[in-house]
């Protein structure tokens, strides 16, 4: 299961590697972020200016692209 080393967050990671462009004055701070389950499974992502090839790219390869924990800001993933 991922885990932040810092904080311990284990719920959500983000890719620091997707875009973050998004129509809106405010922009997310994160292109793409994926959802856990306590199994350290993918259950759902949320994609806000990343197109659905690099979702899947993501979601078949997270240790490769999950590299930021939201909560805290660190890049120190554990997976």
Known sequence: ???CQ???NS???ASSMVTREAPTANPPTYGLLANFDSDGNITTMECQ???LDEA???YEN???YLDTCPVCGS???LW
Request: aromatic share 0%; hydrophobic share 30%; proline share 14%.
């Open 49 to 51: 200016g990343s197109t």
């Open 62 to 64: 997270p240790p490769e």
């Open 11 to 13: 719920n959500v990671l």
């Open 56 to 58: 899947q790219e993501v």
């Open 1 to 3: 299961m991922p885990r």
């Open 75 to 77: 890049e120190n993933i």
């Open 6 to 8: 810092i904080c311990g």
